[in-house]
């Protein structure tokens, strides 16, 4: 059973950057499809950037591209989402998210494609 735990959220003011991570336990985490999520609140949850198990396919939600980057530490198995020029609509609860189920896979693009989540992280972008 595969755990994730998020980190690196805080309050930042606008055009400021984070770097959120999540560790997961498990030596098989290198095999699986990643993504990250966000709910603000009122909304639904919805998928921020995606990266497939080997890292050649990346898909990035439209108000996050260029400022948004998803990556991964196999050594460390870690994915981490850096975000830059933060502005006050990404706030929200960040949560990491894993395809157990389908080794080897290419990108997940809806929360129904991932069985394991982490607890998720409060990012606050003041404006």
């Known amino acids: 059973q595969v755990q994730l735990v998020e980190s690196g959220g805080g309050l930042v003011q606008a055009g400021g950057s984070l770097r959120l991570s999540c560790a997961a336990s498990?030596?098989?985490?290198?095999?699986?499809?990643i993504a990250w999520f966000r709910q603000a609140p009122g909304k639904e949850r919805e998928l921020v950037t995606a990266?497939?198990?080997?890292?050649?396919?990346?898909y990035y939600a439209d108000s996050v591209k260029g400022r948004f980057t998803i990556s991964k530490d196999n050594a460390k198995s870690t994915v981490y989402l850096q975000m830059n020029n933060l502005k006050p609509e990404d706030t929200g609860v960040y949560y990491c998210?894993?395809?157990?189920?389908?080794?080897?896979?290419?990108?997940?693009?809806?929360?129904?494609?991932?069985?394991?989540w982490g607890q998720g992280t409060q990012v606050t972008v003041s404006s």
């Open positions: 998210a894993a395809d157990t189920l389908h080794v080897l896979a290419g990108v997940r693009l809806t929360q129904y494609d991932y069985d394991c």
């Open positions: 498990g030596r098989t985490f290198r095999t699986y499809a």
């Open positions: 990266r497939s198990w080997s890292g050649t396919s990346t």
